[in-house]
């Protein structure tokens, strides 16, 4: 069964940088698309891009595009959210989900990685 | 770019219907056939319900529905259960490969 597993939580300090990793498992890796959406607490969804995981192309959100990095790593069918600059509007609920190549809408989700930004 | 305009909740008793609306522009719901709509009841994580304007994954009951007019998407839910409580999400291509989400809309079921 198609599953996208996350990284545990992170505390990170203002101004530092927090990587989250998404492994898949069930299904060919390289055939879809990984995006990122976030969830700060008690508030909405929010898009923050996605990278193709079989050619590594990848879109950013206009809000996050100088301090977020989107890598894979085919061999562990993996893939990696880095987000740099830290700040306390940050800390959120951080989901991996996976979409069709051709398409917009998001069938599976990762269970959610919590980072948490504190000084 | 705002989120898409979103009622922060609505309610229904058990067996009505009720209609969740998701307002955008040209550039978005009105410009692609590519709105999906996520449920995420609390604590939980989201689930597709709906996707491009209209179309159910298996899975999903036939209570669950999609349209839209214009530049504003909708999910009905019919023969309201009290397991239908939780946040909806609309979600919609954007243009160049981009998505965004709506505000999110809370349904209590009376």
């Known amino acids: 069964q198609v599953q996208l597993v996350q990284s545990g939580g992170e505390v990170k300090k203002p101004g530092a940088s927090v990587r989250v990793s998404c492994k898949a498992s069930?299904?060919?890796?390289?055939?879809?698309?990984i995006h990122w959406v976030r969830q700060a607490p008690g508030q909405g969804l929010e898009w923050m891009g996605w990278?193709?995981?079989?050619?590594?192309?990848?879109k950013y959100s206009e809000k996050f595009q100088d301090r977020l990095t989107f890598t894979r790593d085919t061999s562990a069918n993996t893939a990696y959210m880095e987000l740099s600059s830290l700040r306390s509007e940050d800390t959120a609920l951080y989901y991996c989900?996976?979409?069709?190549?051709?398409?917009?809408?998001?069938?599976?989700w990762g269970q959610g990685t919590l980072v948490t930004v504190s000084s | 770019q705002s989120a898409l305009t979103q009622p922060r909740s609505v309610s229904g008793s058990p067996g009505q219907s009720v209609t969740i609306s998701c307002a955008g522009t040209s550039s978005d719901v009105g410009g692609y056939n590519s709105v999906s709509w996520y449920q995420q009841p609390p604590g939980r994580v989201p689930k597709l319900m709906i996707y491009d304007v209209s179309k159910r994954p298996s899975g999903v009951p036939d209570r669950f529905s999609g349209s839209r007019s214009g530049n504003t998407a909708s999910l009905t839910i019919s023969g309201l259960q009290a397991e239908d409580e939780a946040d909806y999400y609309c979600c919609s291509y954007a243009g160049s490969y981009t998505l965004i989400f709506g505000g999110g809309t809370k349904l209590t079921v009376l």
């Open positions: 069930g299904y060919t890796f390289t055939s879809y698309v």
């Open positions: 990278i193709n995981a079989g050619n590594g192309n990848t």
């Open positions: 989900a996976r979409c069709d190549v051709a398409a917009t809408a998001f069938d599976y």
